[in-house]
């Protein structure tokens, strides 16, 4: 996918709450469906039941209040979550990584974009390149 079809962490946010909005306006009009064609009675021949107008309000009053929860408690979560997105610029010696026409070390920008902490450590081909064979093997606690 080129970086002209990437997805934005805005529309990305824009199309979770469309999908919320719409399943519980869906919700509204199942419990309006429900009440003026008395569903249960015509889908399973239950005893049919009167038009219910204060019970049909309340339910999609309530049902609306909870969606309202949901998609702003989800809208402020997904506004902390931060996420690594795009075209990063790396050296291919240091591996520093350019950002508004600096050269910052990979774990800054790591760090100051997401929630992932760095701990250093060496790799075996890095500890024999660096240190030889005379360099103690890692213990495995």
């Given at each position: 996918?080129g ?21 519980f306006?869906a919700?509204?009009?199942?419990v ?14 239950a005893?049919?039941t ?10 999609s ?29 790396v ?20 760090s ?16 024999r ?13």
């Amino acid at each position: 996918m080129g970086i002209e079809g990437a997805i934005t962490k805005k529309s990305l946010t824009r199309a979770i709450a469309a999908v919320e909005v719409a399943g519980f306006l869906a919700l509204v009009l199942l419990v309006w469906l429900n009440e003026i064609f008395d569903l249960p009675h015509r889908l399973f021949g239950a005893e049919e039941t009167p038009i219910n107008w204060v019970e049909s309000v309340t339910e999609s009053a309530l049902i609306l209040l909870l969606g309202f929860f949901v998609v702003g408690s989800t809208l402020r979560f997904l506004r902390r979550i931060r996420y690594l997105e795009g075209l990063l610029p790396v050296c291919a010696y240091c591996k520093r990584i350019r950002t508004e026409g600096t050269w910052v070390p990979i774990e800054n920008y790591v760090s100051d974009h997401s929630a992932a902490l760095f701990s250093h450590g060496l790799c075996p081909d890095c500890r024999r390149e660096h240190y030889g064979e005379t360099a103690a093997e890692p213990r495995g606690d």
